[in-house]
């Protein structure tokens, strides 16, 4: 058994299961969100769904910057 200095950059088959699973996740999430806006007249309504919507694409971002080996100061 190693003992590492520093966590070793991978991913498990397990982590990219959940990963992928996350990343649908948030992208259904994402379309059927901007979907309703257009679909809604009042505009609280919408300014709230508005944010739901940068909130998924963040979510997508911080998933494909985890796969690219760029969260938490890993890089390849």
Same mark, same amino acid.
């Given at each position: 058994m190693e003992n590492y @200095?520093?966590?070793p950059?991978?991913?498990t088959g397990k982590d990219l299961?959940?990963?992928s699973d996350?990343? =649908?996740w948030n992208m259904e999430a994402l379309k059927k969100t901007n979907d309703s806006?257009?679909?809604i007249q009042d505009e609280k309504i919408k300014d709230i769904l508005k944010?739901?919507? @940068?909130?998924f694409d963040?979510?997508?971002k911080t998933i494909l910057k985890i796969l =690219?080996?760029?969260e938490n100061g890993r890089s390849n």
């Open positions: @200095q520093k966590v950059c991978i991913i299961d959940y990963l996350m990343f =649908e806006i257009l679909k944010k739901a919507c @940068q909130m963040n979510n997508l =690219e080996g760029g």
